[in-house]
């Protein structure tokens, strides 16, 4: 479980956590406890991540060998211990939340977003469509339901997350929904176009590996200018939706830069 959680990775969506939290405050300042609800909020997002990879890894997923720069999790181990330590995160993860001093509601709605996120209705449904999709032509709409679901879901919750444990108004909240949307898919589009422009040394993980195991993907089904075209539209999205939110929603902006600009 350490070896997957704390092996290296982005952290973007423990930043989502914390910069919508700040986006939240009109202060930009967390009270002691909020800086604590915070912090078990983020550490829960990134434990179903780390959790999601190590089975995405796997023989019957992805089988792939590389993950954040060195051997997955079923390769350093085997593959029953990789089951185990992904189904012993799910837990840990909502046991995080269950202990964020923060009233009870919060606490309730916390657990429910990450539920839905991570589940069938999300991360899980969502992988399931991908799984089933290998060799077949997806429409421009069916892969946006399937990755908004697969990738972009727990994203979204990050985002609302600390929005939900810093107890923002319905206001702000709608503006961080329309962020979260837009990002969500648009750390998506540039997997798509990294698997496909960059190496695996860069990348951490096996390059062309969509391509290899014959996946739709934003490249093959819309070409990788409509993809560019796409991201730079989604990124824009994303910046507009905080124009409400003033200078507290900056750290947001600063992460929706980086998903569109990274390169691994």
């Given at each position: 479980?350490?070896?997957?959680?704390?092996?290296?990775?982005?952290?973007v969506r423990a930043a989502l956590v914390?910069?919508?939290?700040?986006?939240?405050?009109?202060?930009?300042?967390?009270?002691?406890?909020?800086?604590?609800?915070?912090?078990?909020?983020?550490?829960?997002?990134?434990?179903?991540?780390?959790?999601?990879?190590?089975?995405?890894?796997?023989?019957?997923?992805?089988?792939?060998?590389?993950?954040?720069?060195?051997?997955?999790?079923?390769?350093?181990?085997?593959?029953?211990?990789?089951?185990?330590?992904?189904?012993?995160?799910?837990?840990?993860?909502?046991?995080?939340?269950?202990?964020?001093?923060?009233?009870?509601?919060?606490?309730?709605?916390?657990?429910?977003?990450?539920?839905?996120?991570?589940?069938?209705?999300?991360?899980?449904?969502?992988?399931?469509?991908?799984?089933?999709?290998?060799?077949?032509?997806?429409?421009?709409?069916?892969?946006?339901?399937?990755?908004?679901?697969?990738?972009?879901?727990?994203?979204?919750?990050?985002?609302?997350?600390?929005?939900?444990?810093?107890?923002?108004?319905?206001?702000?909240?709608?503006?961080?929904?329309?962020?979260?949307?837009?990002?969500?898919?648009?750390?998506?589009?540039?997997?798509d176009i990294l698997d496909v422009t960059s190496?695996?040394?860069?990348?951490?993980?096996?390059?062309?590996?969509?391509?290899?195991?014959?996946?739709?993907?934003?490249?093959?089904?819309?070409?990788?200018?409509?993809?560019?075209?796409?991201?730079?539209?989604?990124?824009?999205?994303?910046?507009?939706?905080?124009?409400?939110?003033?200078?507290?929603?900056?750290?947001?902006?600063?992460?929706?830069?980086?998903?569109?600009?990274?390169?691994?």
């Amino acid at each position: 479980m350490r070896y997957a959680v704390l092996g290296g990775g982005k952290r973007v969506r423990a930043a989502l956590v914390y910069a919508a939290g700040l986006a939240s405050l009109p202060s930009g300042s967390p009270a002691a406890a909020q800086n604590m609800a915070l912090d078990s909020a983020a550490a829960a997002v990134e434990l179903i991540h780390a959790y999601s990879l190590i089975h995405d890894d796997l023989p019957c997923m992805d089988d792939d060998v590389l993950r954040r720069g060195r051997a997955t999790v079923h390769v350093q181990f085997n593959e029953a211990t990789a089951m185990l330590a992904g189904d012993a995160l799910q837990p840990l993860a909502f046991q995080a939340l269950a202990g964020m001093p923060v009233a009870p509601a919060l606490t309730v709605q916390a657990v429910q977003a990450l539920a839905q996120a991570a589940g069938s209705l999300g991360m899980v449904g969502g992988q399931a469509i991908d799984c089933d999709s290998v060799g077949i032509d997806l429409t421009a709409d069916q892969l946006r339901q399937m990755h908004g679901m697969k990738t972009g879901a727990l994203l979204q919750a990050s985002v609302l997350l600390g929005g939900i444990v810093t107890g923002t108004g319905s206001s702000t909240r709608s503006c961080l929904e329309q962020y979260a949307q837009a990002i969500g898919l648009a750390f998506q589009v540039v997997d798509d176009i990294l698997d496909v422009t960059s190496d695996t040394a860069t990348l951490g993980k096996t390059a062309g590996k969509d391509a290899a195991c014959d996946k739709p993907t934003y490249v093959t089904v819309l070409g990788m200018d409509a993809s560019r075209a796409l991201l730079a539209s989604l990124h824009d999205q994303a910046r507009t939706a905080l124009l409400p939110l003033g200078p507290s929603a900056s750290r947001l902006a600063d992460i929706a830069d980086y998903i569109v600009g990274r390169d691994r």
